[in-house]
């Protein structure tokens, strides 16, 4: 279903405009991360002109997050473009060229719903800023937008008639217009909602990743998730938990850690690994919502279920790395460690496919907005430049 409204917003985005900024406000972070991998896949070809084109925002992301909020925010500003959230950017964010709200959670609480449309609600004449869209993937919307507490009962006015000599001689109190319930009234023209019955979860309920308690106080769980394996005929062969048909993958492929360890370190093969269990039907960011592991490294998972290593966190490998190797560090200017340090910490927000080169050059929060040319100066020219990141990305699978 992630991937259905990604289809669908980038499509409506492609249609009106492609750069209108927006706010798609997700269930949790987690869907917010998939949500913002899922908006880069179906815009490939924006996000390799502007590698910010689409971005998470959420209470994790820290500094980096505040500083892509920052440059969305900035009416000047081309990029980030599409921003995904879960509750962090309902309050308190003064965005004004914001276009489109993206509603991918059902809003129980009219409050809450409020805050969030509030965030498509500022006019900016000067820019061409005179509405916005709200596209409803929940019928959040339109729920809400029907409930009287949105603006509560219709309220009687006070009428004035005035005389030649402008003084008031009559008050009249005039009350509101009935409203037929029966009919449904015209979408206001500050506003349009977009829906699609096709995305709707009410209509189409979307494969759970998370289960909560029922009302009766009944507890649901997944206790495992199963690969069936089949012959070139289609006869089923056996039937896997996914965790254990990864391992076994992985250990076919590789059989000691040090083999897949030396072709992960390099961003190349490290696609390459990827894409090869892709064909098996192995999606890593899916076994990472099934171990309910979704900051650690890719790589520490394969080896956790193939080799059963202890797991390690991307955040806890950056601190590694920084702790152990500052002779690395050492090697180079203070601007230049700058670069290699926020390049660390993109890693450990986003994982290893956010330091491939020459991608990782073109993100403001890794650069500080110096250009390709003023950064291979400050490393003392291209090829050192390439060399100090390539070793920055072994150097991290060390150990």
């Known amino acids: 279903r992630t991937e259905c409204v990604a289809n669908h917003l980038t499509e409506f985005l492609r249609k009106t405009d492609p750069f209108a900024k927006t706010i798609v406000f997700c269930v949790d972070q987690e869907h917010a991360d998939q949500m913002r991998q899922a908006l880069s896949n179906a815009n490939a070809d924006l996000v390799r002109r502007y590698p910010n084109y689409v971005a998470r925002v959420t209470a994790d992301d820290g500094e980096l997050g505040k500083g892509l909020l920052k440059i969305f925010q900035d009416v000047e500003s081309q990029a980030p473009v599409i921003l995904t959230t879960s509750r962090l950017l309902s309050t308190g964010v003064d965005a004004p060229m914001v276009k489109n709200v993206a509603l991918c959670n059902v809003i129980n609480s009219m409050t809450e719903f409020k805050q969030i449309i509030g965030r498509g609600t500022r006019v900016r004449e000067d820019y061409g800023k ?59 023209a500050e506003y349009t909602i977009i829906e699609d019955p096709r995305i709707f979860w009410r209509d189409a309920p979307p494969e759970r990743r998370k289960l909560y308690k029922r009302e009766d106080g009944t507890q649901v769980e997944i206790l495992y998730e199963t690969v069936q394996e089949l012959d070139a005929s289609g006869r089923q062969l056996r039937v896997l938990e996914l965790t254990t048909y990864t391992g076994e993958q992985v250990l076919s492929l590789y059989p000691t850690m040090d083999d897949l ?80 340090n926020n390049i660390i910490t993109q890693y450990a927000v986003y994982g290893p496919t956010e ?17 390709k040319v003023e950064i291979a100066r400050i490393f003392g020219g291209p090829d050192t430049l390439v060399a100090a990141i390539n070793e920055l990305q072994e150097l991290l699978y060390a150990a």
């Open 130 to 188: 005179l509405y916005f869209t709200i596209l409803d993937y929940t019928g959040s919307a339109t729920r809400n937008f029907a409930d009287p507490a949105f603006d509560g009962e219709p309220v009687a006015s006070i009428v004035d008639s005035v005389d030649d000599a402008g003084e008031i001689t009559s008050e009249t109190a005039e009350a509101a217009p009935m409203v037929d319930e029966n009919q449904i009234a015209e979408t206001p």
């Open 355 to 371: 330091i491939r080169m020459p991608e990782v050059l073109n993100l403001p929060q890794v650069t500080q907005r110096r250009t």
């Open 261 to 340: 360890r030396g072709q992960w370190k390099a961003s190349e093969s490290r696609a390459s690994i990827i894409a090869t269990l892709e064909e098996r039907g192995i999606d890593l960011q899916r076994v990472a919502a099934v171990l309910e592991q979704p900051e650690v490294d890719p790589f520490d998972l394969l080896c956790h279920l193939a080799f059963h290593a202890p797991l390690r966190t991307r955040a806890e490998r950056a601190d590694r790395l920084r702790r152990e190797r500052s002779d690395f560090f050492a090697r180079f200017s203070p601007d230049a460690r700058e670069i290699l």
